[in-house]
């Protein structure tokens, strides 16, 4: 009996530590670092929390986020846009809140998909229905490559540059 109950401890104390190990993962030393850009203006607060997948000799639109299908916009778990106030994306009403930033890639077309279901691994659970706004912008050459993906925020407009695309949007 002692040897039976010696036997659960010592598999609850294993399972335990893996699980805490499991949840102190250092997500700085991922191949696609996570980065977060908080930007504040008026009483607008902006948050996007994202890793960066780097191009890696690889080709935007067909190696790595293929043109036309949903994409994370980024890597590991989706990349989340928080607003604290009501804002227009583009002219188009978006609640405060928490999304999952997901884009549809083209030559000369994203889509911006801000969907409800923020806490999502990549996009493999995406779904439409949760789709709280989508957008479409015109992307641009970048005026210098950007190995890693990188988002930036100014007052008015965010930009996403990766290799040599820049992908514009406002928020007002």
């Given at each position: 009996?002692?040897?039976?109950?010696?036997?659960?401890?010592?598999?609850?104390?294993?399972?335990?530590?893996?699980?805490?190990?499991?949840?102190?993962?250092?997500?700085?030393?991922?191949?696609?670092?996570?980065?977060?850009?908080?930007?504040?203006?008026?009483?607008?607060?902006?948050?996007?929390?994202?890793?960066?997948?780097?191009?890696?000799?690889?080709?935007?639109?067909?190696?790595?986020?293929?043109?036309?299908?949903?994409?994370?916009?980024?890597?590991?778990?989706?990349?989340?846009?928080?607003?604290?106030?009501?804002?227009?994306?583009?002219?188009?009403?978006?609640?405060?809140?928490?999304?999952?930033?997901?884009?549809?890639?083209?030559?000369?077309?994203?889509?911006?998909?801000?969907?409800?279901?923020?806490?999502?691994?990549?996009?493999?659970?995406y779904d439409e229905k949760q789709d709280a706004l989508r957008v479409d912008v015109t992307p641009k050459k970048a005026p210098a490559f950007t190995e890693r993906m990188a988002f930036a925020s100014n007052p008015g407009q965010v930009s996403?540059?990766?290799?040599?695309?820049?992908?514009?949007?406002?928020?007002?």
């Amino acid at each position: 009996m002692k040897k039976i109950v010696s036997a659960i401890l010592l598999l609850a104390a294993f399972t335990s530590s893996t699980f805490v190990f499991a949840q102190a993962e250092d997500k700085s030393k991922r191949p696609s670092p996570p980065a977060v850009v908080k930007t504040s203006n008026n009483g607008l607060d902006i948050t996007i929390d994202y890793s960066q997948p780097a191009v890696k000799g690889r080709t935007i639109g067909t190696d790595i986020a293929p043109y036309g299908e949903v994409w994370r916009t980024g890597a590991n778990e989706a990349t989340t846009f928080t607003v604290n106030k009501d804002v227009k994306i583009e002219g188009k009403d978006l609640k405060a809140g928490t999304y999952a930033l997901f884009t549809i890639p083209g030559k000369d077309k994203w889509t911006l998909i801000f969907n409800k279901q923020a806490k999502q691994w990549g996009a493999f659970k995406y779904d439409e229905k949760q789709d709280a706004l989508r957008v479409d912008v015109t992307p641009k050459k970048a005026p210098a490559f950007t190995e890693r993906m990188a988002f930036a925020s100014n007052p008015g407009q965010v930009s996403l540059m990766w290799g040599d695309t820049e992908v514009d949007f406002s928020v007002k």
